[in-house]
């Protein structure tokens, strides 16, 4: 008794009677490339009853399209007792020497991803804030060491710390800050002078520039340039087992290399302040004068009553606090690369964002301190 075939496929296809089902026709990528086809011949197909035999000697072409449709029925394992030629035979040899995977199942729509990254993300944060402590509490008991015993401080490695993260980075704080000061200035200009009141550049510039600008337009530099160049090359240590060996030596980590880089930070981050506030309210003045015609005698000569000195400490304070957070977040991460490359990379890159953005939010703080503070 023959099987019912599918609109696209000759019922000629699959043939059962008396427990015998043949294949008939072609059963090659010809026949199986017409629209629907290949639905139809599974369908037949999944109509034979188990148990029967199969018989594939009256297929016209059979090539290895047409065998991968069967092996596949067949779960990979040709039935007890099919009947086959030679070339058929050893068409299906070969696809048991080369077996398929199993598709892997559709995966499942989880409900809980984002509670659960957003827990991983916490618990992440909470181990970062962890180190970052006992780095700190570390970096004090080192601190103190060098204070009790100041002949014996790493005075080289400091000195060498303030010349990369300060003397080389002025260059580009500088270009910087001058940027920044000339673009401020001539967007203030624009809305200032629309109410004739050009000669409050001065407070503006000023007070932006010194309290909040500066600071942190420097402690953005120099944690993509001095904060990243320390991660590196704590991590290139770490890669090439330099930490491992000063500890089979005896010599502190702490004391060699995140003291000297914490304490040339916190030095040079307030004279980077100084100079990239200088070039900002530089750039401004020039642009102020271009724009509003405000001679550079009389903006320098309102410069120090506008800007006052609690700005200027406010800035230093900050100055000193963004130069301790980058270095203890480039060498948190810097301690924390894997001995391999791909680590290196991405811990680089993580101290980076992770250093900014701690800047951005130690200076949220400080607004809202200072602000209840009435300063």
């Not at 780095?135 to 080289?156: C, E, K, S, T």
């Not at 002025?170 to 200032?192: H, R």
Request: aromatic fraction near 8%; include cysteine.
């Amino acid at each position: 008794m023959a099987l019912p075939a599918s609109s696209a496929v000759s019922s000629l296809s699959v043939s059962c009677a008396d427990g015998v089902c043949r294949l008939l026709g072609d059963w090659n990528v010809q026949a199986l490339s017409a629209r629907k086809v290949v639905l139809g011949r599974r369908s037949e197909l999944g109509a034979v009853k188990p148990g029967n035999v199969w018989n594939l000697l009256d297929i016209g072409h059979l090539d290895a399209v047409g065998a991968q449709l069967l092996w596949q029925f067949w779960d990979q394992k040709i039935p007890a007792d099919t009947q086959l030629n030679d070339g058929q035979k050893a068409l299906f040899d070969v696809l048991a020497e080369h077996p398929i995977a199993a598709p892997l199942p559709a995966p499942s729509r989880d409900w809980l991803g984002w509670p659960r990254s957003v827990g991983f993300g916490l618990f992440v944060a909470m181990e970062h804030a962890r180190d970052l402590l006992i780095l700190l509490g570390g970096l004090l008991f080192n601190f103190a060491q060098m204070v009790a015993r100041p002949l014996r401080g790493p005075w080289r490695e400091i000195s060498a710390q303030i010349f990369r993260t300060g003397a080389q980075a002025l260059g580009i704080t500088a270009l910087v800050g001058f940027l920044i000061g000339i673009v401020l200035s001539y967007l203030s200009a624009q809305q200032l002078a629309v109410f004739g009141a050009g000669q409050f550049i001065v407070k503006l510039l000023g007070v932006a520039i010194v309290r909040e600008l500066g600071p942190v337009l420097a402690a953005i530099l120099v944690a993509g340039r001095s904060g990243s160049s320390i991660t590196a090359q704590i991590g290139v240590m770490r890669v090439t087992q330099e930490l491992d060996a000063m500890e089979v030596m005896g010599i502190s980590q702490g004391q060699r290399l995140i003291l000297p880089r914490v304490i040339a930070l916190s030095l040079t981050m307030p004279l980077l302040v100084l100079w990239t506030d200088a070039a900002a309210l530089l750039g401004g003045m020039l642009a102020a004068k271009f724009q509003l015609g405000l001679t550079v005698e009389w903006f320098a000569g309102r410069l120090p009553d506008a800007i006052g000195i609690t700005n200027f400490w406010i800035g230093m304070v900050k100055g000193v606090t963004f130069g301790i957070w980058v270095g203890l977040v480039a060498c948190l991460f810097g301690l924390r690369i894997e001995p391999n490359t791909e680590s290196l990379g991405r811990g680089t890159t993580e101290s980076v964002v992770t250093a900014i953005t701690g800047v951005m939010l130690i200076d949220a703080v400080y607004a809202v301190v200072f602000n209840q503070m009435g300063i």
